[in-house]
């Protein structure tokens, strides 16, 4: 696609990742009435004879509604927030399989994400998924349930295996923090959990508000977001969560103006909006950290960016800009790269 090599040739990746969440949807439609709700619900729902305390409860994810009659025990993750996020919760014992790593494990659950077996380095194949005899499948991104690929939704149902979709993936809207807070606590629900999610949601937001602190006052810092790409470069657009974490870390995304999630910019673009700080996303076959760098600050277009002639560069794991326990960590890694001065 691109004349550079491997560095760039995955750079679609996140953007065909993120294209598949509109035919996840769609598809949800065909397996219930009234779908078409970019947010999931929960109900308890009326059965006499509950088999556990606070069960059964009734989850309705992107359109697809699930009754739980008992917590899951047997789950496998595709893609790493959602592993991140049961491990946080202390759900490692109902995990029987991974796949899909993008960033290096948050230190603390490092050990027990390495106990689980990884199915496969990407989206693992539906076979695979059914040798690990799961009761659920959670997906972080739209393609873990790729209907092309053999992994719909309607397949694992036919199989007798329930599914949920990372919220971010439920349709075409602005994300949030609060989708973060909201996706914990529904994980809470399904797992019989509810008091480790408020838990962590409050320990997750009083991260934010901690660093949010910190910048309080300081005037908003321009910020370009460097997902990938050479000919153009492939950013984060005004409903990105990546937009909202520089906003809660004392800065602005420069493209906050795209309406959408991700998208492409051309580099004239770039130098007209004049970025002091560079936010460099990181994950697997994208290329190294370095590389990128070295990319950006080889450009001769760009030398005269406020970012690029300062080498004012601030990494993050894709982990940490999607809808997972990431994205409040990310606020601070943010603030201290956007204003040093107030961590000093």
Known sequence: MYDRPPLFTPARRRHALRATAAAVAACAALLTAGCGSSQDTTEDTKA???????????????????????????????????????????????MVG?????????PELKKDYEAIPELAKKEPSFETVLEAEPDLVYGGYGSAFAEKEGRSRKAFADAGIDTHLNRE??????????DTYDEIRTIGK?????????????????RVDKASAKVEGEAEVPVFVYDSGDKTAFTAGGKSLGTELIR?????????DLDDVFGDVSWEQVVERKPEVIAIYDYAGAGSVEQKKKFLLSQPALEDVPAVKNKR???LPLTATLVG??????????????????FA
């Open 48 to 94: 006499p004879a509950p088999s556990a305390a606070g069960f059964p409860v009734t989850i309705d994810n992107c359109g697809v509604k699930t009754t739980y009659d008992k917590p899951p025990s047997r789950v496998v993750t595709i893609h790493q927030h959602p592993a991140e996020l049961m491990l946080a919760l202390g759900l490692k014992d109902r």
């Open 98 to 106: 991974t796949a899909f790593p993008d960033s290096a494990v948050l």
């Open 169 to 178: 993936y439920c349709g075409k809207k602005r994300v949030t923090m609060k």
């Open 190 to 206: 399904i797992f019989g959990v509810p008091d480790r999610a408020d838990e962590l949601v409050a320990d997750l937001t009083g």
């Open 248 to 256: 809660l870390a004392g800065g602005k995304n420069v493209f906050a």
């Open 313 to 315: 560069f601030v990494v």
């Open 325 to 342: 326990i990431r994205s409040a960590y990310a606020v601070e890694d943010l603030a201290r790269g956007i204003h040093p001065e107030s």
